[in-house]
């Protein structure tokens, strides 16, 4: 059985919540404050997150990178394209607008869930480029390239998500689990050095940088 977690303060949203998920076959656990939900979070990991913004205690931006690498649906009334940008630009892997609708929140959920069970591909290929993620080898239309640790998770990152810009903050936490001492200022040395090795290799630029907000491939 899926375990959810429901972070709302909204003693009526969350009982309505938990009611439908609970006919939907999953177990439930609740919290009502971004503080509890951290207390929560480090007792049991739940299989996805439905979280609401505007909480006590700690609101929802601070608290979504706590919760990575579970799938997170952010609930809120919210409803400008800036907060819903950001907020999956930041790692939240769908936007649910108040007021929803039951049949839908639980169709993305599914969606999310079954995403999260796919099996990944080792291989990765997408504008030229080739990735085995196994053997960690990188070519460049069909040039091999020799990528440092940190070079290829970036890498890696860039091409699963090929037309997408990724922020900066969104590569450094994605990317911590295998390069724990990368940090904001070395992240652009990294991605300068890879983009020079992309280029030797391939003729052309595969990085494009877009201001203010992160990179994607070009």
Known sequence: MKKIAIIED???????????LTEAGYEVTRAYSGTEALMLLEKRRPDLILMDLMLPGMPGESLLPCCRGI??????????????????MDGAVDYVTKPFQ???LLA?????????????????????????????????????????????AILKILMQNPAQVVSKSSLLDRISSDTPDCGENS????????????????????????????????
Request: proline share 3%.
């Open 10 to 20: 909204d003693e009526y949203i969350g009982n309505m919540l938990a009611e439908a």
């Open 102 to 104: 039951i049949k839908e």
């Open 108 to 152: 993305r959920i599914a969606v999310r869930l079954r995403e999260a069970q796919a099996p990944v591909s080792a291989l990765l290929e997408t504008e030229g480029l080739r990735m085995d993620t196994v053997s960690h080898e990188v070519w460049a239309e069909g040039v091999p390239i020799h990528l440092t640790r940190t070079e290829f």
């Open 187 to 218: 992240l652009k040395v990294h991605i300068s050095n890879l983009r020079r090795k992309l280029k030797a290799a391939g003729g052309r630029e595969y990085i494009e940088a877009v201001w203010g907000i992160g990179f994607k491939l070009a």
């Open 71 to 88: 799938p997170v649906i952010v609930v809120s009334a919210k409803a400008g394209v800036d907060d819903k940008v950001n907020l999956l």
